[in-house]
């Protein structure tokens, strides 16, 4: 059988644990065969983000045009967008071809605490994006940011949210539980119209976890078109960044927040 193909339309990191290097190394392990539109690159190393240079959005339109014109994708991952013209552009594009699976990582601000994404493109991100993806996976500052409220902190508070976000028009939603660092695990929370489920893993003890979030919406993406539901390929991702995080401590990338390992 052909592997499915996996698209992933986000942002370069040159350090490698991030953006569109983790993803087409996740796409890749999980023998998904890996396509990739670049919108921005960033300066970065593992201490963070010294910049970021935007693809004018009418050469973003022309590779996801071009690409598309002669490849069937069968899923894709959506990462760093860095601004609202970016945010648009995608979205211009997937109501005009809109691949059977959509993960949008609404990515805003990273670990290190640049911004990966303008505050002002975020209402674009909700409005225009959110309704047009299958599934979205924020974290907790991200859900917040996205619904105008403050990180939930309680199970029910993250059951709310995660509700809350299903009704802005996308169909599922896995709020990730990672920032809650006083947990011994990591319980993200699923939902979509029939069913809702925690999910846990034992917290790893790790702090190159950079990546992590860029891994986990790639991983779902690649196992989507052979798994025979969402839930399946989430759980199995959710496996495969365990994995990574695990992984982690055994490579030496740089001296700062190192990444996860594939
Ligand atoms: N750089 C790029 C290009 C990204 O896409 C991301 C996350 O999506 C990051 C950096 C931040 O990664 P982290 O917050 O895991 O360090």
Known sequence: MNPPIALTIATSDPSGGAGIQADLKTFSALGAYGTAVLVALTAQNTHGVTGVHVVPTAFITQQLETLVADVSVDAVKIGMLANAEVVNTVADFLERHRPPSVVLDPVMVATSGDRLLDASAVRDLRDRLLPLADLVTPNLPEAAALLETEPAREDEEIIRQADALRE??????????????????????????????WLRAPRVDTTHTHGTGCTLSSAIAALRPRRPDWLSAIEDAKRYVTQSLRAADAVKVGSGHGPVHH
Do not use: I, N, W
């Open 168 to 197: 802005l028009g996308v169909a599922r939603v896995l709020l990730k539980g990672g920032h809650r660092v006083e947990s011994a695990e990591s319980a993200d929370y699923y939902v979509d119209g029939d069913v809702s489920r």
